[in-house]
């Protein structure tokens, strides 16, 4: 086993470990919620952050395939009385199947063209949700949609829906950390430089960019499935374009290019609200606030920016005790 | 044998602590009761604002006035209020954290269709008792043992309207509703209802939240002749429908929904809005109901008590959270700090005169409206409601 493989399971394995404890010694369901929507929005960003940390190809309609997995295990499930696993595959074949039709023609585009492609596709799909009533449900939602169970054990306590939603999560984490190290994160990381460059290094950059874009919509509509049977009803409002900008903020928050960036920013942007609600009418203001500080001291994200702190604090300490000396 | 001093002052301490708690004993009847902690979940910010600003000053307005006369058996009223954003993970994080962290006896709200029903599983399985500010038929229909709701439904609107249409002779309608929860409600309630007042609806057609220009979908319906418009909608669409009647010169009744039924809408439908006639809550045209009306004097004063205190003009929605919290008190007092009790309070509650009509609970009904009482049907001329009687 080589240093840098033994070093990722180290990290993947002390995370688990981590999130294994979290159920001992939390016990109110209010807390355990949080982390499943943690979890939840994690899942969601790891995979945004292959595509637009690693890759580099923006996309403003990430919320429209966490809609398409919960709209089609949800629908599935309701209307159509399939039990929810083969559902959430079904979901994720469907979500997989657009996610090549938007994306063979639409990342051919770059920069601001891509961006606004990607943002057209998610309000599409939201105005879809809103306008089949007969399928979705319309404005008024989809109610009573099942919750999951393995085998016979329901997981209808958050204490045991987050077990499920945190063992999905880090093994998306484990999954991602090993594609950006592999020869396809390497050739991810020469697209985001330079498109031409990689293209003459023999990289076929159109085909990785769609592979991603799918990767990314797969992440997404787990994570959609995983939402839709946790709070059992959906409406549109949920995977609006306001959504997806939530998601890109919480990749540029946590660290660009950074699979523990995307946890941090997730669980940041998830919390903080939570947490603010104690300023009553001034969360939102302070949120703004938190928010344009981390990006005007820590441009790189939180990841980056507390690695730089410490270097920082690091090479001082080091001058001083060479000064002293 | 003399008592050297450590003891003695160790005897002092004994009697001294005795005397301290007796003396607590007495005292704490004095004390203040614990008070009962309620909890808020509204929609103060976002979208749906318009509806929880004011559930949320209704709510504190008459929990200020509880407090003053001294509580509810001595209990104060410690009130928690959290805002959904309108967004349903928001209304499940708010109301798994007032059930588990602030431990609350009863919830008010949330304010609009969805967040309520994403809440419903919560609380149904928490078994903490809901009173919810939305209109949706679906929170009480079938019923659910923890939940009731406050405002009127749409089912009773379409009553009301349909009832009116029918003694004008009409025989055919065309709907044309707007595209969000409240329009899509109305909608299917409107193609329900029909056959049972002998109608037949000859056009369906939408229009969005944001359109300008209703046109196209007016058009196409004059082709068709129906006896009657329905619109089904929130500002501003309805107004839009209004003026392109007017513009477009078409002549057949035009019925609007109580989603109107405020100033708002004759200020932006202006000389259109002559001749619509609407379903309202009685609050809207409470200075023109007869005197003999048993909300009246609940109306006034609920309408002088919030403009004198927030000095803005008050609105039907702060009522539904003015009526959920007063059906509460009223629970309160009987059943003490039981959530089950409390429960079952409500339910047995048969008398209550609210802003939004008279509550009759059942274990059949968790809504207790009747349309007779819930709905009038008013005319706009000039530019100001006429109750029809």
């Not at chain 1, 099942?146 to 054990?153: S, V």
């Not at chain 1, 001034?282 to 920016?305: A, C, E, K, S």
């Not at chain 2, 609940?298 to 959920?324: P, Q």
């Not at chain 2, 429960?343 to 509550?359: H, P």
Request: aromatic residues 10%.
């Amino acid at each position: 086993m080589n240093r840098v493989l033994r070093y990722k399971s180290f990290q993947v394995g002390s995370f688990g470990l981590l999130l294994a404890l979290v159920p001992l010694l939390v016990t109110n369901r209010y807390y355990l919620t949080v982390m499943v929507f943690i979890g939840i929005h994690t899942l969601l960003v790891v995979g945004l952050n292959l595509l637009m940390g690693y890759a580099g190809q923006i996309s403003l309609g990430h919320a429209a395939f966490f809609g398409l997995g919960a709209y089609t295990s949800g629908i599935l499930t309701t209307t159509y009385h399939v039990s929810p696993w083969p559902a959430m595959v079904a979901a994720v074949v469907l979500t997989v199947t657009v996610a090549l039709l938007v994306g063979i023609p639409a990342l051919k585009l770059t920069g601001y063209y891509l961006a606004m492609a990607t943002l057209g596709f998610g309000i599409i799909i939201h105005i879809c949700f809103k306008e089949l009533v007969w399928l979705t449900g319309g404005p008024s939602g989809l109610v009573g949609i099942p919750t999951l169970g393995i085998g016979k054990i329901m997981l209808d306590e958050p204490k045991a829906y987050y077990c499920l939603v945190w063992v999905a999560t880090t093994a998306a984490i484990a999954l991602s950390l090993n594609i950006v190290d592999s020869r396809v994160g390497r050739a991810l990381r020469a697209i985001h430089d330079s498109e031409s460059a990689a293209g003459a290094s023999g990289i076929s950059t159109s085909r990785l960019k769609i592979w991603v874009f799918a990767v990314s919509a797969v992440y997404a509509s787990v994570a959609g499935s995983l939402y839709a049977h946790f709070i059992t009803f959906i409406s549109p409002s949920s995977f609006d374009f306001m959504f997806s900008v939530k998601l890109v903020t919480m990749v540029v928050v946590g660290g660009m290019a950074s699979i523990w960036g995307a946890v941090f920013g997730a669980a940041t942007l998830t919390v903080l609200p939570e947490v603010l609600t104690t300023f009553h009418d001034y969360d939102i203001v302070l949120f703004g606030l938190i928010l344009m500080v981390v990006m005007i001291f820590m441009p790189q994200g939180l990841t980056r920016g507390a690695l730089d702190i410490w270097d920082k604090y690091r090479f001082q300490r080091q001058r001083s005790l060479l000064v002293n000396r | 044998m003399s008592i050297n001093r450590t003891s003695l002052i160790q005897i002092w301490t004994v009697l001294y602590l005795a005397a301290a708690l007796v003396l607590s004993g007495c005292a704490k009847k004095e004390e203040p009761k614990v008070p009962f902690k309620i909890g808020g979940i509204f929609a103060i910010t976002g979208p749906a604002s318009f509806l929880g600003e004011p559930e949320r000053n209704s709510m504190e307005l008459l929990a200020e006035q509880i407090n003053e006369k001294g509580g509810i058996n001595g209990h104060a009223i410690d009130l928690v209020i959290y805002d959904t954003e309108g967004d349903a993970t928001k209304a499940v994080l708010n109301a798994t954290k007032l059930i588990e962290k602030d431990n609350v006896l009863a919830i008010v709200g949330p304010s609009r269709s969805g967040t309520t029903l994403a809440v419903v599983p919560i609380v149904e399985k928490a078994q903490v008792p809901l009173l919810s500010c939305a209109a949706s038929v679906k929170i009480t229909t079938p019923v659910k043992k923890w939940v009731f709701k406050t405002p009127q439904t749409d089912v009773m609107a379409v009553a009301k309207i349909y009832e009116y249409m029918k003694a004008q002779g009409i025989k055919t309608i065309a709907i044309l509703t707007v595209g969000n929860a409240f329009g899509d409600s109305g909608r299917q309630q409107l193609i329900q209802q029909a056959p049972d007042y002998g109608f037949q609806v000859v056009a369906d057609e939408r229009f969005g939240p944001k359109d300008t220009d209703m046109t196209p979908q007016l058009t196409k319906i004059r082709s068709l002749r129906p006896g009657a418009i329905v619109c089904w909608g929130t500002n501003p669409g309805p107004a839009v429908v209004a003026k392109n009647m007017r513009q477009l010169g078409i002549r057949i009744p035009l019925y609007q929904s109580h989603g109107v039924a405020s100033k708002k809408f004759i200020e932006l439908a202006g000389e259109a809005a002559n001749g619509i006639v609407l379903p309202t809550g009685k609050i809207s045209v409470t200075k023109n109901l007869p005197d003999s009306d048993p909300q009246k004097a609940t109306l006034m004063k609920y309408i002088t008590d919030y403009e004198a205190k927030y000095n803005s003009a008050v609105s039907g929605f702060g009522g539904y959270a003015w009526d959920g919290l007063q059906i509460l008190a009223q629970a309160l007092e009987k059943a003490g700090n039981d959530r089950a009790k409390i429960r079952d309070e409500i339910e047995k509650l048969t008398n209550y005169v609210g802003v939004s009509g008279i509550f009759r609970f059942s274990p059949q009904d968790h809504n207790g409206l009747t349309k007779e009482e819930a709905f009038v049907m008013v005319k706009i001329a000039n530019g100001d409601w006429q109750v029809i009687q």
